[in-house]
């Protein structure tokens, strides 16, 4: 692997912009979250809820086939 030398002054530059690439990501990230979360109707949500609460008591779901797994999956 080869190695670069950048003054020091770009390398913080470049820590910048990835710093404030993260936080706008973070930021993005929450509001469409909580967009989501508006739009989705209260029957699937509960149907999750229940799912999720299932899947932490330890009760699996186990499948025969990939097909049938992926059909499952899109009904959620």
Known sequence: ?????????QYRN?????????KEMAFLKKNILAFDEAN????VLSRWEHISRKLDRGE???F???KEMR????SL
């Open 1 to 9: 692997m080869a190695t670069i030398t950048i003054p020091k002054k």
């Open 14 to 22: 470049i820590l910048d912009r990835q710093l404030l690439i993260e």
């Open 40 to 43: 989705i109707r209260s029957s």
């Open 60 to 62: 699996g779901r186990s």
């Open 64 to 66: 025969s086939s990939l």
């Open 71 to 74: 059909g499952w999956l899109k």
